[in-house]
């Protein structure tokens, strides 16, 4: 067994990586846009400041991508996915793991997630990751992270 997190390096997603990356977007829950703005969604995630998409790689292949989409508000909302070859296998934890790091050095607030009421997988997972759930949108279900919650200490939500 590998050590996920000690193996795994991010660096931020490029056009290279659209089509590795697309056919991991056709899970549960997630998608790219139909129609024309198909061909064009790397481009414009790229262009888009808002918005930080990174890869991870682990032995040279790619594992896992994680976008925040980061709001005016100091929230981002998060899209996770891991290649279906290499779930459950500690890569969507690291992958997370990275994604929040990089939102404290931003200096976010919170995370939310959406998610399929159905996607028994990604409603454990991101519980486990310190998320709560915070109403439904739709068919889907909300659920939030403050940035700077403790292992096991409740959040400090804290404005500057």
Request: proline letters at 5%.
């Amino acid at each position: 067994m590998h050590d996920a997190a000690s193996s795994l390096r991010t660096r931020p997603f490029a056009l290279a990586d659209a089509g590795a990356v697309e056919p991991w977007l056709a899970s549960p829950g997630l998608s790219i846009p139909a129609g024309c703005l198909r061909r064009e969604w790397p481009q414009r995630l790229l262009a888009d400041s808002r918005i930080v998409a990174m890869v991870g790689e682990a032995g040279g292949r790619r594992v896992g991508f994680v976008r925040l989409d980061c709001g005016p508000d100091r929230v981002a909302e998060v899209t996770l996915v891991i290649a279906p070859e290499c779930r459950r296998q500690g890569w969507g934890r690291a992958m997370f793991l990275a994604g929040l790091q990089v939102a404290r050095r931003l200096g976010l607030r919170g995370m939310i997630a959406s998610i399929d009421r159905d996607n028994a997988s990604a409603l454990w997972f991101f519980a486990d990751q310190g998320f709560v759930q915070d109403g439904l949108v739709g068919d889907r279900i909300r659920m939030r992270r403050y940035v700077h919650a403790g292992e096991h200490a409740a959040p400090l939500d804290v404005d500057a």
